[in-house]
């Protein structure tokens, strides 16, 4: 036993080593022996958390020349994920041994895929990996989405395709897995809805026969449709967790930039509908200001778009697709006609906008 509690002494030296730079001279065995450290710790904890004097034991020898009390006894039960976690954030880990962690991280030695799937650990290493993932993505993409939210994106991509796949065979229905409103609402609500989006977008951009989206010759994925690469089973969670709440669409809508909904509203037909309804509802809620000569919102404190904002979202709309164009300009017709079809400014939102997207489109005409 003595031996055990010599050991578990070192411990605060193997998590400070890895803080430090000392890790410049580590290769991917001596990254490996570090590793095994760490899930022999782990190995500890399993084996002696119902001993009560042991665990006694242990948390003593491990106060041993610290300054406080930094490590308790269940820390030797997280000790591989400390150690990664660790490791990801030291800059002085050469390329070799990062490469080596990563793939620890992903695949851990002895791991059961059933029962392992779903655990915290698992969701920690898969987390940490990310991060390491952000470090080698391009700044931005395309939709400007930063490349952490890129990386949490692929990730939760992967796992609904696993679930995918394993639920196939068995001839399962593909509905939202259990743990996906879970994990996504366990976010802050503007990461989730980063992530959710960047995952839509990824899907869709990875070419996978159009699946879930619209593709070039314009016709609509309608979540009805079989799909050849089983990417409904992505899709439909995503769409389902973002569409079954009508007040969290609302706040997907607002945080997110127009250009981003654009996208994803060109890409996938129920988005599409929803969203111009929001705008419409917004919209609304506008009203004309004599004295400043222009649109504002009737209850400021209201978490609504302004006239500004309103007409920004539009113009996206018609960046898209033909078939978004002119479902953007049918809308805007119906709702000026609704409203009494005024031909002047200032007494319909909707002339107004529909003056101005027709404005902004013979621009980019002429262009």
């Not at 580590?26 to 084996?47: G, M």
């Not at 992967?158 to 001839?171: C, D, F, H, S, V």
């Not at 229905?173 to 995952?199: I, K, M, N, T, Y």
């Not at 607002?254 to 309804?277: K, N, T, V």
Request: glycine share 8%; with cysteine; proline share 6%.
């Amino acid at each position: 036993m003595e031996a055990v509690l010599g050991q578990v002494e070192q411990l605060p030296a193997l998590l400070a080593a890895s803080r430090s730079a000392l890790v410049r001279d580590w290769d991917s065995l001596t990254l490996d022996r570090a590793l095994e450290w760490a899930r022999y710790f782990q190995h500890l904890h399993d084996r002696l958390h119902t001993r009560p004097r042991l665990r006694e034991a242990l948390c003593r020898r491990l106060r041993r020349g610290q300054p406080r009390p930094l490590l308790s006894f269940p820390d030797l039960g997280r000790c591989p994920q400390l150690l990664g976690l660790a490791l990801l954030e030291n800059r002085a880990l050469p390329p070799a041994a990062c490469r080596r962690l990563l793939h620890s991280l992903l695949q851990p030695p002895g791991a059961e895929a059933g029962s392992e799937r779903c655990s915290l650990g698992l969701l920690a290493r898969r987390k940490a990996a990310s991060r390491l993932l952000a470090l080698s993505a391009s700044p931005l993409s395309p939709e400007g989405l930063e490349p952490q939210v890129q990386a949490e994106a692929q990730l939760l991509l992967n796992r609904l395709r696993e679930e995918g796949q394993e639920a196939e065979p068995a001839g399962e229905a593909a509905g939202r897995p259990s743990w996906l409103s879970g994990v996504l609402e366990q976010l802050p609500q503007p990461r989730a809805f980063e992530v959710v989006a960047a995952a839509l977008l990824l899907r869709q951009g990875s070419g996978a026969g159009q699946a879930g989206g619209r593709g070039r010759d314009g016709n609509n994925w309608d979540g009805n449709q079989p799909s050849g690469t089983g990417d409904e089973c992505v899709v439909g969670p995503l769409l389902s967790w973002l569409l079954g709440d009508l007040q969290r669409f609302s706040a997907f809508c607002l945080f997110l930039p127009g250009s981003i909904l654009a996208s994803l509203a060109d890409q996938y037909s129920q988005l599409s509908r929803p969203y111009l309804e929001l705008l419409t509802s917004w919209g609304s809620h506008l009203v004309y200001d004599p004295l400043q000569g222009r649109w504002v919102k009737s209850c400021t404190d209201k978490a609504e778009l302004s006239w500004e904002e309103l007409r920004e979202r539009f113009k996206c709309l018609c960046q898209g697709s033909a078939l978004l164009r002119g479902q953007t300009e049918a809308a805007l017709k119906l709702l000026k006609a609704r409203d009494g079809d005024f031909k002047v400014c200032g007494l319909s939102v909707w002339t107004d906008l529909l003056i101005e997207v027709e404005e902004y489109l013979k621009k980019e005409a002429e262009r």
